[in-house]
């Protein structure tokens, strides 16, 4: 177990780089152990272990259940748990989209919020270049504009004000690549 | 109905009994007494690895409230549904499916086509014992016998008497265990096993 290890909280728009951040920083740290952890994770195994269909309704179905039952946060305190355990110098938690998480991240000594964004229009480009939800192909960009005005996304752009860090990756792969060697240096990751 | 989605030609064992009735010992009396290959699917295993995916204690109660907030979140016969799963994935020619405590889980294994259902059970009083000593939930060595009784009357274990009555088969484990040993014996013969 690495007691020092450095937690970075991960969130952004659809589009704004989260994967290629993860990627990219193991490039640039390649003396480091950095794991990536998906807060979700323990939904996915959950619905696994019973059986029950990997989709985003019964996700939401069991972490609501969950916390009924075991409390507020259960979640949370289980990803804590795990990310203890875990040998690595660096954890990302990717893909940080409710409150609980960001306390998570928080109660770590060593930690980053960082808020990757971009420009809608950069973003919605990605998007369609990588078609990775069937819904995603046919999406217009007024239709990828409303989806993100949904209430479960809404959190990402008001989060931003909390971040520790903020990159906004409108640029190539190699500027987003100097702009995450810029955050290593700041938090001292070099 | 005869449902053969899940088993396969399989046989399969569906177990009844009180906590510290010998549910384990019999299926430990069973497999040795068996020539085919046995599978155990534990109900237990499955709120087990839950809690641990969880990293929450493996209480008594907190197994209790997975089993009832599983069902009740994705709907009656959702651990029927997982442990089927499961019965579907084994290679094994006989299943012992331990246990069966919910009415709809009897009702359930009853209708697979080559299923027995066995109870096991034994008095109070013996059974506090056995679980005082085996220390095996947490909590379980602090409880009084009137506290380990009027746990049964609740929740998950309260039906289990009136499904044990059900049973094509009972085992009395009041006494030692060559008497058991006979009893799952006669068991195997009674049904053509071993």
């Known amino acids: 177990m690495n007691k020092d290890k450095f937690v970075i909280g991960l969130f952004g728009e659809k ?176 | 109905m005869n449902d053969t989605r899940y088993t396969n030609n399989k046989i399969i064992i569906g177990l009844i009994g009180e906590k510290g009735a010998g549910k384990e010992t019999f299926t430990q009396l069973l497999r040795n007494t068996l020539l085919q290959t046995t599978q155990v699917i534990n109900t237990s295993n499955l709120m087990a690895e839950t809690l641990e995916l969880w990293t929450l204690e493996k209480s008594r109660h907190n197994l209790q409230q997975i089993a009832l907030l599983m069902e009740r979140t994705f709907g009656e016969g959702t651990m029927n549904r997982a442990l089927a799963e499961k019965v579907n994935n084994s290679t094994a020619e006989v299943i012992i499916w331990d246990s069966i405590r919910f009415p709809n889980t009897f009702d359930f294994v009853n209708t697979l086509p080559r299923s027995i259902l066995v109870y096991i059970t034994a008095s109070a009083e013996a059974r506090y014992e056995r679980i005082r000593l085996r220390k095996q939930k947490v909590g379980e060595d602090q409880m009084t016998l009137q506290e380990f009784i009027d746990n049964e009357q609740v929740g998950t274990e309260k039906d289990i008497p009136m499904l044990g009555h059900k049973a094509d088969f009972t085992l009395d484990n009041n006494g030692n265990m060559n008497q058991l040993e006979k009893q799952v014996r006669a068991f195997c013969q009674q049904f053509g096993l071993g």
């Not at chain 1, 916390?67 to 949370?76: H, Y």
């Open chain 1, 15 to 190: 589009g704004s780089g989260k994967e290629t951040f993860t990627e990219l920083l193991k490039e640039i740290l390649p003396n480091k152990k950095i794991q990536g952890v998906r807060t979700s994770a323990i939904l996915m195994k959950t619905l696994k272990t019973w059986g029950l269909p990997d989709i985003r309704e019964n996700y939401s179905k069991l972490v609501i259940s969950m916390e009924q039952t075991f409390g507020a946060g259960s979640l949370a305190r289980a990803n804590k748990q795990l990310i203890d355990r875990e040998e690595a110098d660096i954890v990302v938690i990717d893909g940080i989209r409710r409150q609980p998480e960001v306390d998570l991240v928080k109660s770590f000594p060593r930690h980053c919020l960082l808020y990757l964004t971009a420009d809608p229009k950069l973003r919605f480009a990605r998007l369609k270049s990588r078609q990775e939800k069937e819904n995603e192909k046919n999406m217009t960009f007024e239709g990828f504009l409303a989806e993100e005005s949904l209430p479960t996304e809404q959190f990402i752009p008001q989060m931003g004000q909390e971040a520790d860090y903020r990159i906004e990756n409108n640029g190539q792969i190699e500027r987003f690549k100097d702009q995450i060697k810029d955050f290593c240096q700041k938090f001292e990751l070099v």
